[in-house]
């Protein structure tokens, strides 16, 4: 396997837990680049959860994949909380999936500014029966690109679990 032991608990109790209600995931990834839709489909019987995984690094794919309003990005910066939650609801609204987490973030060692430092992430869920999205800040600090990525995969999950199950779907019929 290709994430660690920790990585590996979170993404089987994650698949586990989604498949057990029925619920489908999609992400919505920059600063992780795919890892946390990896880490996820690295576990077998992903395929029973795990919809759609977008990989918007830019910011016209934020706007062209997720429909991120170019000015929100413009007025707020692509790492801010307003971005990381337009990107979840994206993810829900151009996917099939009950819950959507969603990343951005400046992981180093380069792209800080004064306001947003190395190490700053915005994680957000959103499910299909909400119509906004749960948003986390965390400053992980300048410990490196690769540990930002790893503790933002981790921190996603987690939120995943803890915000993504609801008791109910919102299953709309023909």
Known sequence: M???DELATFASETVRQFADAKFRIASAESCT???IGACITSVSGSSA???YGFITY???A???MLGVPADLIEQHGAVSPQVASEMAIGAIRNSNADAAVAVTGIAGPGGATESKPVGLVYIAVATRADD???VED???GEIGRDEVRRE???EALEMLLAYGLDDEPDVTTA
Do not use: I, P, Q
């Open 49 to 51: 959860v795990f919809d």
């Open 62 to 64: 934020k706007t062209s």
């Open 58 to 60: 830019s910011n016209e």
């Open 152 to 154: 933002t995969v981790k």
């Open 33 to 35: 680049g795919g890892l």
């Open 132 to 134: 906004g999205a749960f």
């Open 138 to 140: 965390f400053n992980f």
């Open 2 to 4: 290709m994430f660690d």
